[in-house]
Protein backbone atom coordinates (compact mmCIF):
# COMPACT_ATOMS: atom_id res chain seq x y z
CA UNK A 1 0.00 0.00 0.00
CA UNK A 2 1.48 3.34 -1.02
CA UNK A 3 2.36 5.31 1.95
CA UNK A 4 3.22 9.46 1.75
CA UNK A 5 5.00 11.63 3.92
CA UNK A 6 5.46 15.00 4.27
CA UNK A 7 8.01 16.93 6.57
CA UNK A 8 8.10 19.15 7.63
CA UNK A 9 4.17 19.09 9.07
CA UNK A 10 4.31 22.90 9.97
CA UNK A 11 7.30 25.16 8.99
CA UNK A 12 7.65 29.13 9.71
CA UNK A 13 10.03 31.94 8.02
CA UNK A 14 10.29 34.85 7.56
CA UNK A 15 9.30 36.83 4.37
CA UNK A 16 12.35 36.36 1.82
CA UNK A 17 13.83 33.49 2.56
CA UNK A 18 14.38 30.40 0.21
CA UNK A 19 12.42 26.67 1.51
CA UNK A 20 12.04 23.21 0.78
CA UNK A 21 9.08 21.38 1.21
CA UNK A 22 9.75 17.18 1.15
CA UNK A 23 7.54 14.43 0.26
CA UNK A 24 8.41 10.84 0.00
CA UNK A 25 6.51 7.70 -1.05
CA UNK A 26 6.93 3.83 -0.49
CA UNK A 27 6.26 2.55 -3.82
CA UNK A 28 8.32 4.24 -6.80
CA UNK A 29 6.20 2.52 -9.38
CA UNK A 30 4.00 5.89 -9.70
CA UNK A 31 2.38 7.80 -13.04
CA UNK A 32 3.26 10.70 -11.33
CA UNK A 33 3.35 12.95 -8.36
CA UNK A 34 1.17 16.57 -7.83
CA UNK A 35 1.95 19.40 -5.23
CA UNK A 36 -0.93 21.19 -4.71
CA UNK A 37 -1.76 24.54 -2.38
CA UNK A 38 -4.87 23.84 0.08
CA UNK A 39 -5.88 27.44 2.04
CA UNK A 40 -8.23 27.03 5.16
CA UNK A 41 -11.18 25.47 4.61
CA UNK A 42 -10.88 25.76 0.72
CA UNK A 43 -10.44 23.12 -2.12
CA UNK A 44 -6.75 21.98 -3.46
CA UNK A 45 -4.92 24.19 -6.42
CA UNK A 46 -2.79 22.28 -8.23
CA UNK A 47 0.82 23.70 -8.38
CA UNK A 48 2.93 21.88 -10.22
CA UNK A 49 2.75 17.97 -12.06
CA UNK A 50 5.53 15.85 -12.99
CA UNK A 51 5.29 12.51 -14.72
CA UNK A 52 6.97 9.77 -13.57
CA UNK A 53 9.45 10.02 -16.66
CA UNK A 54 10.44 13.79 -15.98
CA UNK A 55 12.85 14.80 -13.15
CA UNK A 56 11.75 17.79 -12.64
CA UNK A 57 9.57 21.08 -13.04
CA UNK A 58 9.18 24.84 -12.80
CA UNK A 59 6.45 27.67 -12.51
CA UNK A 60 7.68 30.95 -11.46
CA UNK A 61 8.97 30.79 -8.25
CA UNK A 62 8.06 27.16 -7.66
CA UNK A 63 10.43 24.03 -8.18
CA UNK A 64 9.52 20.82 -8.11
CA UNK A 65 11.97 17.74 -8.29
CA UNK A 66 10.89 13.79 -8.76
CA UNK A 67 13.31 10.80 -7.76
CA UNK A 68 11.20 8.30 -8.07
CA UNK A 69 13.73 5.63 -7.11
CA UNK A 70 14.21 6.68 -4.00
CA UNK A 71 11.07 7.37 -3.41
CA UNK A 72 11.41 11.43 -3.18
CA UNK A 73 9.97 14.99 -4.38
CA UNK A 74 10.89 18.27 -2.87
CA UNK A 75 9.14 21.30 -3.69
CA UNK A 76 11.34 24.50 -3.28
CA UNK A 77 9.73 28.41 -3.30
CA UNK A 78 12.17 30.67 -3.57
CA UNK A 79 11.95 34.45 -2.11
CA UNK A 80 8.84 33.49 -0.24
CA UNK A 81 5.73 36.08 0.21
CA UNK A 82 3.23 36.08 3.00
CA UNK A 83 0.91 35.26 0.27
CA UNK A 84 2.57 31.96 -0.05
CA UNK A 85 0.98 30.51 3.52
CA UNK A 86 -0.93 27.72 3.04
CA UNK A 87 -0.64 23.90 3.16
CA UNK A 88 0.77 22.08 0.48
CA UNK A 89 0.23 18.52 -0.61
CA UNK A 90 2.14 16.11 -2.51
CA UNK A 91 -0.07 13.31 -3.87
CA UNK A 92 1.36 10.56 -6.37
CA UNK A 93 -0.70 8.41 -8.71
CA UNK A 94 -0.35 4.51 -9.16
CA UNK A 95 0.50 2.90 -12.43
CA UNK A 96 -2.61 0.72 -11.97
CA UNK A 97 -5.76 2.52 -10.83
CA UNK A 98 -6.71 6.03 -10.19
CA UNK A 99 -6.30 5.74 -5.93
CA UNK A 100 -4.34 9.14 -5.60
CA UNK A 101 -2.53 9.27 -2.38
CA UNK A 102 -2.04 12.25 -1.06
CA UNK A 103 0.10 13.31 2.08
CA UNK A 104 -0.86 15.14 5.04
CA UNK A 105 0.60 18.36 4.05
CA UNK A 106 3.32 21.00 5.32
CA UNK A 107 1.34 24.12 6.95
CA UNK A 108 3.68 26.81 5.57
CA UNK A 109 3.64 30.22 7.23
CA UNK A 110 5.47 33.68 5.87
CA UNK A 111 5.66 36.38 8.23
CA UNK A 112 6.34 39.49 6.92
CA UNK B 1 -17.29 27.73 -16.60
CA UNK B 2 -14.49 29.10 -14.08
CA UNK B 3 -14.17 25.77 -12.53
CA UNK B 4 -15.54 22.32 -10.64
CA UNK B 5 -18.73 23.83 -8.32
CA UNK B 6 -19.87 21.89 -5.20
CA UNK B 7 -23.42 22.68 -3.48
CA UNK B 8 -23.76 23.10 -0.54
CA UNK B 9 -20.78 24.05 0.99
CA UNK B 10 -21.55 23.87 4.58
CA UNK B 11 -23.80 21.06 5.75
CA UNK B 12 -25.60 20.47 9.91
CA UNK B 13 -26.84 17.21 10.02
CA UNK B 14 -28.50 15.04 13.31
CA UNK B 15 -26.95 11.73 13.02
CA UNK B 16 -29.05 8.81 11.66
CA UNK B 17 -30.26 11.09 9.02
CA UNK B 18 -29.23 11.53 5.29
CA UNK B 19 -27.43 13.89 3.51
CA UNK B 20 -26.85 14.41 -0.25
CA UNK B 21 -24.17 16.46 -2.12
CA UNK B 22 -23.86 18.31 -5.71
CA UNK B 23 -20.68 18.39 -7.82
CA UNK B 24 -20.38 20.09 -10.95
CA UNK B 25 -17.17 19.31 -12.68
CA UNK B 26 -15.71 21.77 -15.79
CA UNK B 27 -18.17 21.14 -18.51
CA UNK B 28 -15.27 19.56 -20.84
CA UNK B 29 -14.36 16.75 -18.41
CA UNK B 30 -14.97 13.28 -18.69
CA UNK B 31 -13.44 11.91 -15.30
CA UNK B 32 -14.89 13.28 -11.78
CA UNK B 33 -13.61 12.50 -8.57
CA UNK B 34 -14.57 12.07 -5.12
CA UNK B 35 -12.58 12.75 -1.70
CA UNK B 36 -12.87 12.77 1.94
CA UNK B 37 -10.46 15.37 4.47
CA UNK B 38 -10.59 15.13 8.03
CA UNK B 39 -8.93 17.64 10.10
CA UNK B 40 -5.26 17.84 9.37
CA UNK B 41 -5.07 15.42 7.10
CA UNK B 42 -4.40 15.09 2.93
CA UNK B 43 -7.44 13.90 1.00
CA UNK B 44 -8.35 9.96 0.89
CA UNK B 45 -10.10 8.90 -2.41
CA UNK B 46 -13.64 7.90 -2.40
CA UNK B 47 -14.46 6.86 -5.93
CA UNK B 48 -14.81 8.07 -9.50
CA UNK B 49 -16.44 8.24 -12.72
CA UNK B 50 -15.62 8.12 -16.26
CA UNK B 51 -18.34 9.79 -18.24
CA UNK B 52 -21.50 8.08 -16.46
CA UNK B 53 -19.82 5.18 -15.16
CA UNK B 54 -18.29 4.45 -11.83
CA UNK B 55 -14.85 2.93 -12.03
CA UNK B 56 -13.72 2.71 -9.18
CA UNK B 57 -14.69 3.05 -5.27
CA UNK B 58 -12.22 2.64 -2.24
CA UNK B 59 -13.05 0.33 0.59
CA UNK B 60 -13.60 3.40 2.85
CA UNK B 61 -16.75 4.16 0.70
CA UNK B 62 -19.01 2.07 2.94
CA UNK B 63 -22.51 0.77 1.41
CA UNK B 64 -24.28 3.34 3.27
CA UNK B 65 -22.03 5.48 1.35
CA UNK B 66 -23.59 6.20 -2.75
CA UNK B 67 -22.25 8.05 -5.52
CA UNK B 68 -23.97 8.62 -8.84
CA UNK B 69 -23.21 10.85 -12.13
CA UNK B 70 -26.55 9.67 -14.29
CA UNK B 71 -25.70 12.18 -17.53
CA UNK B 72 -21.99 12.10 -17.27
CA UNK B 73 -22.10 15.42 -16.01
CA UNK B 74 -22.84 16.64 -12.40
CA UNK B 75 -22.90 14.06 -10.00
CA UNK B 76 -23.89 13.52 -6.48
CA UNK B 77 -22.63 11.83 -3.26
CA UNK B 78 -25.37 10.70 -1.09
CA UNK B 79 -24.91 9.53 2.91
CA UNK B 80 -27.16 7.38 4.32
CA UNK B 81 -27.71 7.25 8.38
CA UNK B 82 -25.03 9.60 9.02
CA UNK B 83 -22.85 9.23 11.65
CA UNK B 84 -20.71 11.50 13.64
CA UNK B 85 -17.71 9.92 12.12
CA UNK B 86 -18.45 11.22 8.31
CA UNK B 87 -17.72 14.43 9.56
CA UNK B 88 -15.17 16.09 7.46
CA UNK B 89 -14.73 17.93 4.11
CA UNK B 90 -16.08 16.09 1.26
CA UNK B 91 -14.39 17.48 -2.14
CA UNK B 92 -14.85 16.76 -5.84
CA UNK B 93 -12.64 17.07 -8.34
CA UNK B 94 -12.53 16.71 -12.03
CA UNK B 95 -10.17 15.73 -15.00
CA UNK B 96 -9.97 15.22 -18.73
CA UNK B 97 -8.75 12.61 -19.89
CA UNK B 98 -8.38 12.31 -23.98
CA UNK B 99 -7.43 8.24 -24.45
CA UNK B 100 -7.60 5.04 -22.96
CA UNK B 101 -5.69 4.38 -19.72
CA UNK B 102 -4.92 5.73 -16.32
CA UNK B 103 -5.38 8.88 -15.78
CA UNK B 104 -2.21 11.63 -15.62
CA UNK B 105 -3.75 14.65 -16.16
CA UNK B 106 -4.17 17.55 -13.79
CA UNK B 107 -7.17 17.27 -11.13
CA UNK B 108 -8.90 20.81 -10.78
CA UNK B 109 -10.76 20.18 -7.32
CA UNK B 110 -14.18 22.18 -6.06
CA UNK B 111 -14.30 23.91 -2.99
CA UNK B 112 -15.42 21.22 -1.32
CA UNK B 113 -18.44 20.52 1.05
CA UNK B 114 -17.96 20.78 4.69
CA UNK B 115 -20.14 17.76 6.76
CA UNK B 116 -21.23 18.09 10.64
CA UNK B 117 -22.61 14.83 11.85
CA UNK B 118 -24.01 15.95 15.48
Known amino acids: KQEVTQIPAALSVPEGENLVLNCSFT??????LQWFRQDPGKGLTSLLL?????REQTSGRLNASLDKSSGRSTLYIAASQPGDSATYLCAVSPLYNNDMRFGAGTRLTVKP | DTGVSQDPRHKITKRGQNVTFRCDPISEHNRLYWYRQTLGQGPEFLTY????????KSRLLSDRFSAERPKGSFSTLEIQRTEQGDSAMYLC????????????????FGPGTRLLVL
Open chain 1, 50 to 54: IQSSQ
Open chain 2, 93 to 108: ASSLKTSGGINQETQY
Open chain 2, 49 to 56: FQNEAQLE
Open chain 1, 27 to 32: DSAIYN
